[in-house]
């Protein structure tokens, strides 16, 4: 029993760093229609920006994140400037496999740039090998970090959109662009700012992520792992991202507790692939069917 809820905890917090992560290709998906294959590597330059101003620039950790989400998001409006905007109007294949390479990118551009390079960084954050133990159940406080953390910024995230103007304009965008475009919402400027907060929030799974995986140029294949999270969500579903990352995590670390040694590494699909055979539009996905 000690063993299943270690277990639990471990694949809650790695859970909630897979579930930001599919709640960046969600967020893009319902803005853009854009499935965007770069999301882990977003998460990975937040990450080192994090590390460059925490580290390298020895900002105390409070203020320094902050900072790399800001950076993160204008990296993502940028992106999206200079590299969506001009395919609008292509086929989507065109506009993933441009998404594919720019993941291929950033990693041979991070591994270039000085202080970053190919080497595994390690992040300071002011909990770090700090335990609780409850009961017989070890509780590091950088697991609780990141439950604490993903429950945060899930909050703010809905206020953000329920409550303010631009957060609605943003929801008017995902459901009809030529709708809200006539309603005089700036389309391509919303989807600037979609860009943006999901690098910033890519950017906070980074951070969160750290501490079990060190910060280096691979670790943006996470992404391979939440992308199952937002397909088991039901892809477009915010709350189907939240739960589908949790659920993967879980399966992940109990796979490892229970099953052989390497299912852990495929559990995530043969689950996903479970699914989509019961489900094909995933748990909170909405089936659309043409009337002939």
């Known amino acids: 029993m000690v063993g299943f809820l270690q277990s639990l905890v471990s694949g809650v917090s790695i859970g909630c760093v897979y579930a930001l992560v599919a709640l960046g290709f969600v967020l893009i998906y319902k803005a853009t229609e854009v499935v965007n294959f770069a999301q882990g590597e977003l998460m990975m330059v937040g990450a080192f920006f994090a590390f460059t101003l925490v580290d390298m620039g020895h900002l105390p950790f409070v203020i320094g994140v902050p900072l790399a989400m800001a950076c993160a998001a204008l990296f993502g409006a940028l992106l999206n400037q200079s590299l969506l905007r001009p395919l609008i109007g292509r086929s989507p ?163 490892g507790l229970y099953a052989p040694e390497g299912v852990k590494h495929v559990a995530a699909y043969v689950a996903l692939l479970a699914l989509l055979v019961a489900r094909p539009q995933g748990l909170f996905g909405v089936s659309l069917r043409e009337r002939a």
């Open 93 to 255: 294949f065109t506009t993933v496999l441009a998404t594919v390479a720019l993941a291929t990118l950033l990693r041979s551009l991070a591994s270039m740039v000085p202080g970053w390079g190919t080497q595994t960084h390690s992040l300071a954050n002011p909990v770090a090998g700090q335990k609780t133990q409850l009961g017989g159940v070890i509780l590091s406080h950088e697991h609780l970090i990141v439950i604490a953390a993903t429950l945060l910024l899930c909050a703010a995230l809905y206020l953000f959109f329920r409550f303010t103007r631009v957060g609605v304009a943003l929801q008017a965008v995902s459901q009809n662009q030529l709708a809200a475009g006539y309603c005089g919402v700036p389309v391509k400027r919303m989807h600037s700012l979609i860009w943006a907060i999901s690098a910033a929030v890519s950017a906070l799974a980074g951070v969160l992520l750290a501490p079990m995986t060190f910060v280096h140029t691979g670790m943006g294949y996470v992404g391979l792992k939440a992308f199952p999270a937002a397909v088991i969500g039901g892809f477009g579903s915010i709350p189907g991202a939240i739960l589908g990352g949790l659920f993967i995590g879980l399966i992940e670390e109990l796979s």
